[in-house]
């Protein structure tokens, strides 16, 4: 069964409260989404295997740690997921990215797919799917479909908000991936949006509205 890790580290829920409020700005949201991406990365990331290595210091020569053969991907959830790119990118930066564009519809919520683009051995790699919002789960539904498509088998969703709606949904038609959230909001609104929340992630990163 897919397990829920909720990253309750005091910068994330700091930096996570400053986001949320419709006071900050792009350029402020931006970098907080950036950080905060960072440090969650350091939790989705906290059981790769390592294995050792010989190496020489100034000193004299060591068996040390190094990250073993497993091999990463990042893929965004366009547009929003990109906010979450380049701090993932800060921590791995060996990772290669794909993109899935999904979009929801205004009326139905359902989302629409309109670009796929993965590395060419996505199907040997994790894959950390990054979308700030997990409202009705349809899109990060969709994403987790297309990866398992293309062969995919080892994936994990991260997110910034979530809906226990989307959690759900997710975890029903994906029950083989693990979700990772910094915060589990109250519900979703007529809108599919959800409450609290911290609005239209997309608008808010690119000054759209
Ligand atoms: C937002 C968000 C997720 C999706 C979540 O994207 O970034 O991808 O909604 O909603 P769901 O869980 O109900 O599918 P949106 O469709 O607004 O597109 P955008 O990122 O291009 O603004
Ligand atoms: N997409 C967003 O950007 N925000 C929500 O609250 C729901 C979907």
Do not use: W
């Amino acid at each position: 069964m897919s397990q829920l890790h909720v990253i309750d580290h005091p910068m994330v829920q700091h930096k996570l409260t400053i986001l949320r409020q419709s006071s900050t700005g792009s350029k402020d949201f931006r970098e907080l989404l950036k950080e905060i991406a960072l440090l969650m990365g350091y939790e989705i990331t906290r059981d790769l295997p390592l294995e050792d290595k010989e190496i020489e210091t100034p000193i004299c020569r060591m068996t040390a740690k190094v990250v073993s053969g497993r091999k990463l991907a990042i893929v965004p959830i366009l547009r929003a997921g990109l906010g979450m790119v380049d701090g993932l990118l800060t921590l791995v930066p060996v990772a290669k990215v794909g993109h899935i564009g999904l979009y929801r519809n205004e009326e139905t919520h359902k989302p629409v797919e309109y670009y796929c683009k993965l590395p060419e051995d996505i199907q040997e790699r994790l894959v950390i799917v990054a979308d700030p919002m997990l409202a009705t789960g349809g899109s990060a539904s969709d994403a987790l479909t297309m990866l398992k498509g293309k062969g995919c088998t080892n994936i994990r969703l991260m997110c910034l908000v979530a809906a226990p709606e989307g959690i759900k949904a997710v975890q029903e038609a994906h029950p083989d991936v693990d979700i990772y959230v910094a915060a589990v909001d109250e519900h979703l609104n007529s809108n599919a949006y959800i409450v609290p929340g911290l609005g239209d992630a997309g608008d808010r990163i690119f000054g759209t509205k």
